[in-house]
């Protein structure tokens, strides 16, 4: 990013998982706010024209000015929510980020016996309904650090009261969240290789912002159940 032209900038669209300000130089996070930013929902199968995202799946979100264009390119058979405020899409990419993160622990573990995203709500809810619970209070302060982050943004989108109500909501919404993005891909399997790949990007994200360390005893055990060594990470 730091080689684009200044100009260009508000035709940069990032439609990916993960936390946008990441992606900018921290010398030019304050032009986050002029990128067109896009929370996808649905799944890509090797060699498939289409997208998969059946009944139930949750919007894929979208802000920025360019919100219109990419509404129309994916042209998905669930609706595209076209949001006012950048807080509002990266809410979104947090609770994407929960999903990313929670789903491929199960599939990539065989005590779980769940080799697709349905089985593990199908036969792990519990299990995934304590996992939810030890991390929600990290997304809720990923949010809350977005949400301080903007406002350093000159974003006028929304008044300071106004982004404290956005919120990721109680762990039961979280779970319905969850089972409606895994029930309408069914069949998927996240990738581990990917997976590990991109921890960095994802579970540590969560354990970055624990409080108080060590809080998050199941999080840390299934992720060296598949070999995340956490402590090898700066956290």
């Known amino acids: 990013l730091e080689h684009l032209p200044v100009g260009r900038i508000p035709d940069l669209c990032l439609i990916c998982n993960g936390i946008f300000t990441d992606f900018f130089p921290e010398n030019m996070r304050h032009y986050r706010q002029e990128v067109t930013c896009c929370v996808p929902h649905f799944g890509v199968s090797l060699g498939a024209a289409e997208a998969i995202c059946g009944q139930g799946c949750p919007p894929t979100v979208v802000q920025g000015r360019h919100s219109g264009v990419i509404q129309n390119i994916l042209d998905l058979p669930v609706p595209v929510q076209v949001v006012d405020s950048s807080m509002e899409v990266d809410v979104a990419a947090v609770k994407k980020l929960l ?15 769940c080799p697709t995203v349905k ?17 929600l209070p990290a997304a809720e302060m990923l949010v809350q650090l977005l949400q301080n982050h903007c406002t350093g943004c000159n974003d006028d989108d929304q008044t300071n009261g106004e982004r404290q109500q956005i919120l990721l909501g109680s ?18 399997t996240p990738s581990m290789k990917l997976a590990l790949e ?21 999080h840390r055990q299934m992720l060296e159940r598949v070999g995340v060594h956490v402590n090898a990470f700066n956290l």
Do not use: C
Not at 99 to 113: E, Q, R, V
């Open 99 to 113: 999903w990313a993160s929670i789903l491929w622990l199960f599939t990539s573990d065989s005590k779980y016996g």
């Open 119 to 135: 089985d593990v709500h199908d036969k792990q809810s519990e299990q995934v309904f304590a996992l939810v619970e030890e991390l």
């Open 198 to 218: 991109e921890v960095s990007e994802r579970n540590m994200k969560f354990l970055q912002v624990e409080n108080p360390p060590g809080v998050q005893v199941l």
């Open 171 to 188: 762990v039961e919404n979280v779970m319905k969240y969850l089972e409606a993005y895994s029930y309408s891909i069914p069949d998927a």
